[in-house]
């Protein structure tokens, strides 16, 4: 398994080359999408580890939801015509101890590291779902797609080098291949249930983004 710091360094990379290609590329893309694709890529770079309960992804991804859960509790209280001064010192905390710890711990129980989420269904799943968020937005089609894209190679990227950091051993305690070769780019995880689950996500999602796929089919027939 490759440490923070490599996947971290891959994710700039392939991200610095994914805003290159954009940039240069024939598309039609807003000026700011190849620094939000250089972005999207670096943070795809680190998805996989939220599987891993004492990693740096996760105690950053469920902070950062916490403190969005807190802001939007927070103008919920300033919305409110009158509040108490209780409510205003109970919601807020509430929303943010309740989604750090609380959904955080809940995730924890439901993933095991290099689970599903090590695995290229879930590659598809980040992609397809950035996809469909975006797309309510109301961005273009063209940005949308190089900003999904680019996640969905991000996360890639970790899945090749946990692969890499498997099979080369760089520890030079052995010479084979690692216990854990094998358990990342893989299209199925230990259990049927998240395996399932997981590509039944993924054709739901294929679904829901439906009339995006047919507008990149209709470009390259
Ligand atoms: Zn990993």
Request: aromatic share 12%; with cysteine; glycine share 10%.
């Amino acid at each position: 398994m490759a440490a923070f710091k490599a996947h971290f360094l891959t994710g700039l990379s392939v991200g610095y080359a994914a805003s290159v290609a954009c940039a240069l590329g024939p598309w039609e893309l807003n000026p700011v999408t190849p620094f939000l694709v250089f972005a999207g890529t670096s943070a795809g770079a680190l998805l996989p580890d939220l599987d891993s309960d004492n990693s740096t992804p996760f105690s950053v991804a469920f902070s950062l939801l916490a403190m969005a859960g807190g802001a939007m509790a927070f103008l919920y209280c300033l919305r409110q015509s009158v509040l108490p001064w209780y409510a205003w010192s109970l919601i807020p905390p509430t929303v943010v101890l309740l989604l750090r710890y609380g959904v955080g711990w809940v995730f924890q129980q439901c993933t095991v590291h290099r689970g599903i989420f090590h695995s290229i269904p879930m590659a598809g799943v980040v992609t397809l779902a950035v996809c469909l968020a975006l797309g309510y937005l109301g961005l273009p089609r063209n940005d949308v797609l190089a900003l999904s894209v680019s996640v969905g190679l991000g996360f890639l990227s970790h899945l090749v080098l946990d692969e890499l950091y498997s099979a080369v051993n760089f520890d030079g305690k052995s010479l084979g291949p690692k216990k854990s070769f094998g358990t990342a780019l893989t299209l199925t995880s230990p259990s049927a249930l998240a395996t399932t689950g997981t590509y039944g996500l993924l054709g739901m999602l294929v679904y829901l983004n439906l009339e995006l796929f047919d507008l990149i089919t209709r470009r390259v027939l």
